[in-house]
């Protein structure tokens, strides 16, 4: 068997015990002939096998091996495609490049997503390949978020589209009036020679679409729908011409003089109506993705030398000072400076509250300030800014391919080839065995075969649906990272949920001031603040907050001393003040006053209690706690609702576990797991037959969250979290996770209602067209109403995409 030659650059490789181990791991790889891995230029050699094996394959084996092949991904839109063998046909073309690990075309973004060895490819390279494959790469020099350059192209495309449709129509209507209703037209209308020249500029100028696609695909010898259109538009023309011109032919056979010129101009402007319809439903899918892109600030108001100027907003550098006036959008990510501000942060959060920001805080931007004036600093700009980040997310997962629809593009593969081929044996069957006039039942059974046929459905039937949901999800602040996270949420059968982070605050607050001794909870709270301010330890932090939220005056602390595990002692107002654990006051000598059944009781509520005393005194205690997050509860009770097994995972001692766990309602807790234990906590359950979610903030979180089946990052917590995870709620708040699986549930639900009249239509209508019903009914389907079938089959898929636009979480 041939092989072909391969060169991968290898990444990860620390010794050259690593490269032997690439090198074993490729040889005994079925497929591969040879393999040499050089250590010191970080390079493999090897010979495989192109019919046994791809790139794409061997790159995944070296990665299960353990070590990447650096991939270059680029997304290149397309024009020109129409059906699923279109797309699948693009495919094959890049696929066939040396170089190219995969290729994955998306007929409704009308986008190619192509991940490459840049050391082996060129940009130029993948173009020309779709060049010769029929279809025009789309020039676009904006950059990627705006999107400009592009829709202005489709736009003048439907409008385009929209003259030849009405162009066409009308020649249509005049050939149908001298055709099929003489009593309606002049005479002169239904003149063969009248009708041919009425049909001519419709089948070869209107119709040249089909011509081009055919040719193209005829080169590449492969078929598309633009080779059933022409093969089944020409024969019915073909047929009519020779019996305008030739008609003695067909009345020797005793077949009278038949001319189909209306069929033809019916078909072709049925199915120019058709794509029309399409490229316009196509566009409400994306309209989320339009509406993300507005959402960006045109300019920005900059502070330079105490002079604020106007200046676009692709200007803006990191660390420049900006003014955000009442009603203006943010115009980049940035931390608030001065001033305050109330700003809706909907667009990135999902959230409608609007949220109160002051000095120190994060904004983001494209939120909208609705109150309030304030300067910022700008830390991230262009590219870098959520918005942005998000769009891509958006594009990355439209662009990719669900698991459901391998199915589809099986069939698509095969599609047209076989159409081909039964319209071939329907022509024979009729002209062998069919009724006078033959040539003519043979003939219009033979053109209704191949127009009725519609891959279209087939390939729009999946990536409508995932180009409506993920942007309806992020409209929520909901990101899936592929579309195939979005598919298998709809499988899972248990949410674990990290503690800290997730669904509690993160940071210890105050809950309890139990003051003793004749003190009261403003002189404890504000004596135990003074004396922590100068402790970095959190709980201090908390004390400190807690102080100034209620607006207490912290007096400055002398004598400041760390009793290491213990707590803090400090001088305040000339009296000496103890703040820390029950160990602390043992040291300080201080009677506690049968205070540790308060501290036992605050522990087993999860808190964490803290004493105070004042000149050897017990002066009370103070509870604090890591704060459940609005809506955990809610969120808690949807999931289970929803038939989910949840279970929280926490490094916490069980008791303070088991507290928050009887406060949100959850029966399966996992507590005192060390962080490299997280992972192993999802394998267990995963090895039980669950399909299983892990959704977390930290860094400790990274490698649960890489095996579990989905990985749910909090938006609030790390950039490491978020990359190892599948889907990110950008806002923090748990009911986005019951939205990301109800969104998966219905969109999975669209899916499958789109492949199953996608395949019963060609199912039913093949057959039908075929004329399997004359036998016993005496009844024929006539070719125009094939076409007017087949162009509103794929409007009928489009549109039940477009009903995911209705979705609201509930």
């Not at 990274?702 to 950039?719: H, M, S, V, Y």
Request: hydrophobic share 45%; aromatic share 6%; net charge negative.
């Amino acid at each position: 068997m041939a092989t072909t030659q391969l060169d991968l650059p290898i990444r990860g490789m620390t010794c050259a015990g690593c490269a032997a181990r690439v090198e074993n791991g490729l040889r005994t790889f079925p497929g591969i002939q040879t393999a040499h891995v050089n250590f010191a230029t970080e390079n493999a050699t090897l010979n495989y096998e192109p019919e046994a094996l791809t790139p794409a394959q061997i790159i995944d084996h070296i990665a299960d091996i353990g070590y990447q092949v650096p991939l270059e991904r680029r997304t290149i839109a397309i024009s020109g495609m129409h059906c699923a063998s279109c797309a699948a046909t693009i495919e094959r073309a890049l696929e066939q490049i040396e170089g190219v690990a995969e290729a994955h075309v998306n007929l409704a973004t009308e986008q190619a997503t192509v991940a490459y060895l840049p050391t082996q490819v060129a940009p130029a390279a993948l173009r020309q390949a779709i060049r010769s494959a029929g279809y025009e790469p789309r020039d676009s020099d904006a950059e990627p978020t705006s999107g400009q350059s592009i829709e202005d192209q489709k736009a003048a495309e439907r409008r385009a589209l929209t003259r030849y449709v009405i162009a066409s129509a009308m020649l249509s209507f005049l050939i149908f009036m001298g055709s099929m209703a003489p009593a309606l037209a002049p005479s002169w209308l239904q003149h063969p020679y009248v009708l041919l020249l009425l049909a001519t500029p419709v089948q070869f100028w209107f119709g040249w679409t089909f011509y081009q696609g055919f040719w193209a695909a005829l080169k590449h010898k492969t078929a598309d729908m633009n080779t059933l259109v022409a093969i089944g538009t020409s024969a019915a023309y073909g047929y009519s011409l020779v019996a305008t011109f030739i008609p003695d032919t067909f009345e020797r056979l005793g077949m009278g003089r038949h001319v189909y010129f209306d069929t033809d101009a019916m078909i072709i402007t049925l199915i120019l109506l058709g794509r029309l319809l399409e490229a316009r439903a196509r566009g409400k899918t994306s309209a989320a993705m339009r509406q993300l892109m507005g959402l960006r600030a045109a300019t920005a108001r900059i502070i330079r030398d105490d002079i604020e100027t106007d200046i676009p907003v692709d200007m803006v550098q990191i660390g420049d000072i900006l003014r955000v006036r009442p009603g203006e959008k943010v115009p980049v990510d940035g931390t608030l400076v001065s001033g305050h501000g109330v700003l809706n942060e909907a667009m990135l959060t999902g959230e409608s509250l609007p949220a109160d920001k002051g000095p120190g805080e994060d904004v983001f931007g494209a939120t909208l300030n609705t109150t309030g004036s304030f300067t910022m600093r700008a830390t991230r700009v262009g590219q870098g800014t959520m918005l942005s980040q998000i769009i891509r997310m958006v594009e990355a997962a439209q662009g990719s391919k669900a698991p459901i629809q391998r199915l589809a593009d099986i069939v698509a593969s095969w599609f047209v080839p076989i159409v081909l081929g039964l319209a071939v044996l329907t022509f024979a069957i009729w002209v062998w065995f069919g009724p006078p006039p033959v040539l003519t039942f043979a003939l219009l059974n033979f053109v209704a075969v191949l127009i009725i046929a519609c891959p279209c459905a087939l390939g729009l039937a999946t990536p409508t649906a995932i180009m409506v949901g993920t942007g309806k999800g992020a409209e929520y602040g909901v990101l899936f990272k592929n579309s195939a996270s979005l598919e298998i949420a709809h499988q899972l059968d248990a949410v674990i949920l990290d503690k800290t982070g997730t669904l509690t605050r993160g940071q210890p607050v105050v809950t309890d001031i139990l003051p003793h001794h004749g003190y009261c909870e403003t002189d404890v709270l504000r004596l135990a603040a003074s004396a922590e301010q100068g402790s970095e330890h959190p709980l201090a932090q908390a004390l400190v907050e807690a102080a100034q939220h209620r607006g207490l005056t912290c007096s400055e602390g002398q004598d400041f001393q760390v009793i290491p595990g213990h707590g803090i002692r400090a001088t305040v107002d000339a009296q000496t003040v103890w703040v820390g654990n029950q160990t602390l006051m043992q040291i300080a000598e201080v009677a506690l006053d049968k205070a540790e059944e308060t501290a036992m009781r605050l522990a087993d509520a999860g808190k964490t209690p803290i004493f105070i005393a004042i000149d050897g005194h017990y002066a009370g205690v103070i509870a604090l706690a890591d704060t459940v997050k609005p809506h955990a509860k809610e969120a808690v009770a949807a999931l289970r609702g929803l038939g989910l097994q949840v279970l929280m995972l926490t490094g916490d001692h069980r008791r303070t576990a088991g507290a928050i766990a009887d406060e949100l309602g959850i029966d399966h807790v996992l507590a005192e797991v060390l962080p490299e234990a997280k992972a192993q906590q999802v394998q267990q359950l995963q090895a039980t037959g669950q399909r299983v979610a892990m959704v977390g903030d930290g860094i400790n979180d990274a490698p649960a969250l890489a095996q579990a089946d989905i990985g749910i990052a909090i938006g609030t917590g790390t950039d490491i979290a978020m990359e190892a995870a599948d889907c990110t709620l950008v806002s923090g708040d748990l009911r986005g996770l019951v939205t990301a699986i109800q969104l998966s549930r219905r969109t999975m639900r669209t899916i499958k209602q789109n492949l199953f009249w996608a395949f019963i239509y060609n199912v039913v209508g093949i057959p039908l067209a075929a004329g399997v019903l004359y036998p016993v009914f005496g009844v024929l389907l006539s070719p125009v109403f094939a076409a007017a079938a087949m162009a509103m089959s794929s409007v009928s898929v489009l549109s039940n995409s477009l009903r995911l636009r209705r979705f609201r979480p509930s």
